[in-house]
């Protein structure tokens, strides 16, 4: 299949002319640092008073020597616990005496109907 013609391309628009800078402004000249003003000289240290020698420690004063413990005072020996004495037998417990039979309820009285 032939191929058809291709399309033209339209011209380039022109570009504009670019707006001219402005110049700088001058940047204005520094202001000078005034002098520094001398540092004065440091106070001299005055000397240490010398600190006085120490007073010697007294030595320790000796313990005594400890008073021995006198011996333990014996225990004597503990008294038999005397036997127990037997505890007597049970009385044996009375049979129960028999309940009476209830005594019948009678009838109840009919009640008489409403006037």
């Not at 022109?14 to 707006?19: E, G, I």
């Not at 005397?82 to 309940?99: I, L, Q, R």
């Amino acid at each position: 299949t032939p191929v058809p013609a291709h399309t033209p391309v339209p011209a380039h628009t022109p570009v504009p002319a670019h707006t001219p800078v402005p110049a700088h402004t001058p940047v204005p000249a520094h202001t000078p640092v005034p002098a520094h003003t001398p540092v004065p000289a440091n106070t001299p240290v005055p000397a240490h008073t010398p600190v006085p020698a120490h007073t010697p420690v007294p030595a320790n004063t000796p313990v005594p020597a400890h008073t021995p413990v006198p011996a333990h005072t014996p225990v004597p020996a503990h008294t038999p616990v005397p036997a127990n004495t037997p505890v007597p037998a049970h009385t044996p417990v009375p049979a129960h005496t028999p309940v009476p039979a209830h005594t019948a309820v009678p009838a109840h009285t009919p009640v008489p109907a409403h006037a």
